[in-house]
């Protein structure tokens, strides 16, 4: 099993639509839990932290649930510039862990 | 957040050769970190700089086949060495803030024929 599974998707939605990504966790120590995204051929940005309390930035919310080691990503009013890859990335021990991401389609 | 540069940004080599990336951060910072990301997949981490003391690798990656030097807290190089086609890939070095987020330089393209 791997330490950070993610939905691979693709995930193809008209512009407008609420979308939402799903990321399991194997090690129940982890620390810090965070959101990137990827557009093609860039290097991964940093989009949130996850907070134990669930944050939000704007159209984005991501969510924790450390009893079943869960973290989750909203994207409310989607628009064509969200498409890209999001990377779900847990950190334990001074060591970040990468999901494979999961690749959104925002179609006019 | 740091700024982080790497060059070459991209090169095309030929097997047998070796190859030096080199990564700048803006600012000091205690770790670096050297990643692999082949095509459609995601990153793999390579090994951990600490300044002052031997990177430390993680498991399928080795010393010999990617010396990394760390000769102080803003500069990092990873050679590729005795390249072949599978070290194609895209090869990014990062550092980490003060709550673990990670800072990307913009990866070196690395394609061998």
């Known amino acids: 099993r791997k330490e950070v599974e993610q939905d691979p998707g693709p995930f193809n939605v008209p512009e407008g639509a609420t979308v939402a990504f799903n990321c399991t966790y194997s090690?129940?120590?982890?620390?810090?839990f965070f959101w990137y995204r990827q557009d093609c051929r860039k290097e991964p940005k940093l989009l949130m932290s996850?907070?134990?309390s669930g944050n939000e930035d704007g159209r984005f919310t991501a969510q924790l649930n450390r009893a079943s080691q869960y973290i989750s990503l909203l994207i409310r009013d989607s628009k064509l510039s969200d498409s890209a890859t999001y990377l779900c990335?847990?950190?334990?021990?001074?060591?970040?862990?990468f999901g494979d991401g999961t690749t959104l389609t925002v179609k006019p | 957040s740091a700024v982080i540069s790497q060059k070459p940004s991209r090169d095309i080599c030929q097997r047998g050769t070796s190859l030096t990336i080199q990564c700048q951060v803006d600012?000091?910072?205690?770790?670096m970190f050297w990643y692999r990301q082949q095509p459609g997949q995601s990153l793999t981490l390579i090994a951990t700089?600490?300044?002052?003391?031997?990177?430390?690798?993680e498991s399928g990656f080795v010393i010999d086949k990617f010396p990394i030097s760390r000769p102080n807290l803003t500069f990092s190089t990873l050679t590729v060495s005795n390249m072949s086609p599978e070290d194609s890939s895209i090869y990014l070095c990062?550092?980490?803030?003060?709550?673990?987020?990670?800072?990307f330089g913009p990866g070196t393209r690395l394609t061998v024929l």
């Open positions: 990335v847990v950190h334990n021990a001074g060591k970040s862990t």
């Open positions: 090690n129940s120590a982890s620390q810090s």
């Open positions: 996850v907070y134990s």
């Open positions: 600012s000091q910072v205690t770790m």
């Open positions: 700089a600490n300044q002052g003391s031997e990177a430390t690798y």
């Open positions: 990062s550092s980490k803030g003060i709550y673990n987020e990670q800072f």
